[in-house]
């Protein structure tokens, strides 16, 4: 980054951090030169770049003015799907998302994966490779079914933040997230039976439930709060639900977090009906706030919750290492493991515990916090900046994706296949329901560094669902309103 | 090993490969000293340790003799299963097997764990520990669903010496054979169908299919020319068979190599009834002849074999690297590898991949072939020493275990409980049997060094075995005569 640059992105920060209203006259040229050491024609070529972002106006013989702001788009209002269970389809969208990782000139805004070329991870590396010196033969035996002790260890450690009390003993070591949720369905449903998940929600966990011949009832959730209780408490009454899955901190796609007393009330509703909880934490620790967001399983006490996580996006989903605490469905659990894959892969297991071990970890997250959280600021801003108003946009409490909901006959579907010829991939809605509902949504990923690739895309973005917008019938008023007025107190968690 | 512990092996195994006869006498002490050029005394040790293997006898005056030898025990009848589909038991025995790889001092003969010690890993440790210095983003990054793509084109390669003509695009990377023969049990079938298996069959395949609410149909398996196929033919005009799963070459747990035409019959009658064959290749690396066995997936014309396979028992089960070709199946495989854990941890495939590439593959395999095989003759003969007569032991045509079969009213279980004290664990028949049937077999392994310990193993096993033979009611004559007056015809493969 040259002077110039770093200058801009000084500015646009304050901008941003609204240091500098909207409408108020920057600093002169000359003030900034000697307030930053710089050179006069430093400060213009900063000036210039701000406003060719469109940040700053200049006024011929005033100075250069901050741009009147766009108000920040409204949050998705409440979602609205189907209310009965449903088959899940949608596999070939998900082989689509898949197969674009293939693609290394693709910009994957629709990926969910993190950025794994933090400093902090270094060390990992190291641990690998020592590992491989070392030549201890746990790395090449079987691993015993439940997992690498010392890992089971350090995880149950780590819950302790999100206020579980739970012993290595209770943990189960699994191939990712994904693994851990996969036989956790296994264990405590049978093929036709019904299980609520969030709308939208995940499309691994969907595609398992497609997997094992389980229907969804797709609840409504707001994309502040979370799942619906009251939607929920309705489909309980009307359908035998055997489990919920919910992803209640930093969720995926809709990076809220839900409050306490809705955890609280989400747990009392599943005692009530008596299912399982299928509690999805793999973002958990990249919320923004400190201390973490607590776990629906930190209140469980007859064992109804099954926690899944992973290191996959704290650490890097190469690696594979998640768990499952299952509580009361341990055994079936753990037999579901068994014929899933036998035991997990020793070596990974024991980098990431040494890792732990030697205190990388908890700097690790510390700073991919912030990073996201910087990350996000600017995405927001460019999306802001470059997608067309009438627009929803989720704001996420940690995680890093956000979600943007269209008009409803908008179709991302198409947007995406118009959008391979600029090598760039979204996650289109639909991937994020059962019925197929949110072909008006996407999902964006800004977990890369944010570079001019980045904002090139979001232009070809922006203008391509300003074009499609523009084909659309016009945004219901009603709805436009319901979205801006609504006032979106976020409850103590 | 000393200088008498060297001649005294070299001693038996001449006695083994029948060059001292039984009954014959042995070369004087001073004549073994000048053709040795070793001292008196050292023959003499040596003697007198074959003499206390009681595989030679003094005769004062006369010198030694080769004691005459007991007939080796035969190899077990065509088993007799339940002959109907059964669902599944066997798990809290299946638990014990892997919870005895928590215990360090136990000595594993029931494991499938193979030899790691072998020099010719060795250049795996430097992989790895590179992979680790090297720092390439795609160990840490998600892998694409179908594998490591240089891995994939690898095992294509290594296919063609079981006779496969297949591609790279062809083969999905699993999470071990285990995650291979699990998706493709679960790509074909539905909860309430029916497959066929080889009886005794491998635990895992069986607790799969439990876990998936499938039936089993377990069918008369010879322990020289595999699954009959008369029997099976009988079960596929009775029952509604989907799939047959096999583990035709170097089986688990009977050794056998099925013939030729006998694979290319059950492809025959496969088709004939349109049933899929799932056939489980993961020990036919390791078939003591070479070239190795061909696949029945070899033949297969109209994609209806699912080859698994794994490095797990040729390079290293920590590993978890596996694969299966799933032929027609591919779609609905892919989906269901997807749905149980995503993507494969991409380290250990970068690391196998670079381990084929470099050349280390063949010159271990033919390593761990010839060493397994003399495994095998130390084990059978000191397992001809120590058990009673009466019982049949197969003869592996490749792998590392063997299957002892007791008569009829023994209890394996109540063994193993019992020489739990003894810090010995054997995997017991049932395991491998649908309906608990097999109590009064057992499967041993061979595959790690013979040491005294394991001696004494097999002392203690052979003694409880007798002890227990003693109160079981005696051998049927039948029995015994239709064992070894068998005359057991390999058929060309």
Not at 148 to 166: F, H, K, T, Y
Not at 308 to 317: D, I, M, N, R
Not at 340 to 352: D, E, F, L, N
Request: proline share 6%; hydrophobic share 40%; glycine share 6%.
């Amino acid at each position: 980054m040259t002077r110039y640059q770093r200058l801009a992105e000084l500015l646009a920060q304050r901008i941003e951090q609204g240091l500098y209203q909207p409408g108020e006259r920057l600093p002169s040229v000359r003030l900034l030169s000697g307030e930053h050491g710089v050179s006069i024609s430093t400060v213009q070529q900063a000036y210039h770049l701000l406003e060719e972002k469109q940040l700053i106006t200049p006024q011929p013989r005033s100075g250069y003015f901050v741009t009147p702001r766009k108000a920040a788009p409204p949050v998705p209002p409440l979602t609205r799907p189907v209310q009965r269970p449903v088959e899940i389809t949608q596999w070939d969208a998900v082989m689509d998302l898949l197969n674009a990782r293939l693609d290394d000139d693709m910009l994957q805004l629709g990926s969910g994966m993190p950025n794994i070329d933090a400093v902090t991870l270094k060390p990992l590396w190291k641990i690998i490779s020592r590992l491989g010196q070392q030549q201890d033969p746990r790395l090449f035996s079987y691993d015993n079914l439940y997992g690498v002790p010392e890992l089971r260890e350090q995880i149950a450690r780590l819950m302790i933040d999100s206020g579980c009390q739970v012993t290595a003993d209770e943990v189960v070591i699994t191939t990712g997230c994904h693994e851990a949720l996969s036989v956790s369905i296994r264990a405590i449903c049978q093929p036709g039976d019904i299980i609520a998940v969030e709308s939208p929600a995940f499309h691994g966990t969907m595609q398992t439930l497609r997997g094992f011949g389980i229907r969804a009832i797709e609840i409504p959730t707001d994309s502040v709060t979370g799942i619906s209780l009251e939607a929920l408490e309705l489909a309980f009454e009307q359908w035998p639900i055997n489990a919920v899955v919910v992803v209640p901190n930093c969720n995926n796609p809709m990076g809220f977090v839900m409050p306490l007393q809705r955890k609280q009330a989400l747990l009392a509703l599943a005692q009530r009906f008596d299912a399982a909880i299928i509690e999805d934490d793999v973002y958990g620790e990249l919320a923004f706030d400190y201390p973490r967001p607590v776990t629906i399983k930190s209140m469980d006490l007859d064992g109804r919750v099954l926690l899944c996580s992973s290191f996959s996006k704290t650490l890097a989903p190469g690696l594979r290492v998640g768990w499952v605490v299952p509580g009361r469905y341990f055994d079936r659990v753990l037999h579901m493991k068994y014929i899933s894959t036998g035991s997990t892969v020793t070596q990974t297991q024991m980098a990431v515990a040494a890792f732990i071990r030697q205190g990388h970890y908890q700097p690790h997250l510390r700073r991919m916090r912030s990073y996201y959280q910087r990350n996000l600021e600017t995405f927001t801003r460019q999306v802001r900046h470059h997608f067309p108003c009438g627009i929803c946009v989720t704001r996420p409490q940690g995680g890093f994706v956000i979600w943007v909901e269209l008009p409803e006959p908008f179709d991302a579907l198409r947007l995406n296949q118009e959008l391979r010829a600029s090598h760039i991939q979204i996650a289109v809605g639909s991937l994020f329901s059962a019925s197929g509902k949110y072909r008006n949504c996407l999902r964006l990923s800004y977990a890369q560094s944010f570079t001019e690739k980045t904002e090139r895309a979001l232009e070809v973005l922006g203008a391509a669902v300003e074009r499609a917008m523009i084909c659309c019938a016009p945004v219901s008023a009603v709805h436009q309103e319901e979205g801006e007025g609504r006032v979106r107190e976020r409850e103590e968690n």
